[in-house]
């Protein structure tokens, strides 16, 4: 048996300690193998004794160890020293220790049910409706992570981490190609930056110092482009493509406001269309499945392998927007539809992904199009003489940056250069 070292921890020499909140930007699913709670799905997620959903820092360690390690890969370095240090190898016990993330008790949570086919016999047959249970967005948790004897490099490793989880370009929980997992880094505190503090016994005694975050991640990053063999050819997704240079490709992160151009509605299983967090949506898998079938008509220069590189978010209501101006309700005050002329936000990630693809997908979104069957675009289903007269959106781009190894936090805000391309 291999022996694991435990030279870090020969004796207690100081640690690091990080707080921040995580935002859910979409809905997260980190699923488990029984149902611990309340849930009828036969696709459960995790929750904890009282049957709220967390984040297991087994899987917050595991996200921010993969996002490292593609950085670290676009500079040309694999297997590293320096995250074998922090997150633990065979040979050697992590430093870091990622506590798990609850939830803020204040805010009001639900759980929702995305639809998956699944179950056809036949290749190519929709099979049946299975419910996917996930949380909805607006859901923030509170995040402790230490690093015990840890040194500079090994935080600004972490916040580089971070960095990649803030900037959308890495996800929590499974189910990522539809946007499952996206969140935003928050301070502890309303409007407050990242919490990091030191201490170090040798020198300092049990006093705690407070940490210049931006510092300490630049510190790290200019480490790293020192460390850097070589620019990585980025094949596949282990590395970011595109990273030395300044043009709207590679790993792109965009946002869009989409307005609704008619009534839109998705129909549940019991629901007039489906709701997160009480109110109305638009499931990335619905913008997806319209980009599948723009794409498997031979729109773009490079086929079927871009697809699974394009991880679509899904479409939610500004905070607070949900009014009677926004949605119609029925006569039950069950929200039925989001109504014509409002606007929704979503996110897009182009993940290694050409110039080209990028902006004829852009380009196509940014058309009037009615992104849903023609079936579900109709107000009875039924009636195969009705022309669809619901779910006709309009997407705009609001905002596009890029994994670029040059830039100080490593993005690259190219939302002229694409709107331009577009237009």
Known sequence: MRSVSNDYF?????????NCNLLTLEPMRI????PTGDTLSGLPIIVDNEGKPF??????KGVLRSALERVYATFGIVNSEDINALFGSPENKGKIVAHDAYLDSS???NTIEDKLHFG????????????????GAG??????????????TDAGNLLIALGELDSLRAGIGSWRSRGYGLVQVQGPMPDSPILLKHVDIENAGFVWSDVDVESTKEKAADKLRKLSHKPASAEGLEAYSHAYDESPSGTVACKFEIELLNDFHVRGDDEATVLSTDDPYIPGSVIKGFLRRIVGIGKFTTPWESRSNIIVGSATLNSGAQSKSVVEKDDSDNIVAI?????????????NMGKEDIINVIRTLSKENIITGKTSAKSNPADKSEVPRFNKVKFRLSEATKFCADEEDFNLNITSQLKKAVD
Do not use: M, Q, W
């Not at 699923?31 to 029984?34: D, F, H, I, N, Y």
């Not at 409706?129 to 996930?134: D, G, H, N, V, Y």
């Not at 948790?141 to 040194?151: A, D, K, L």
């Not at 014509?340 to 990630?349: D, F, N, P, S, T």
């Open 120 to 135: 056809a016999a036949t290749l190519g047959v929709r099979g049946n409706l299975i419910p996917l249970e996930a949380i």
């Open 139 to 152: 859901i923030l948790f509170y995040v402790t992570i230490e690093i015990i004897n840890g040194n500079e």
């Open 10 to 18: 020969s004796k207690f020499e100081g640690k690091y300690v990080l």
């Open 339 to 351: 109504k014509k002329g409002a606007v929704l936000e979503g996110h897009i990630i182009f993940d």
């Open 107 to 109: 805010i009001a949570f």
């Open 55 to 60: 984040i297991p820092g087994t899987s917050l």
């Open 31 to 34: 699923g488990c193998s029984e």
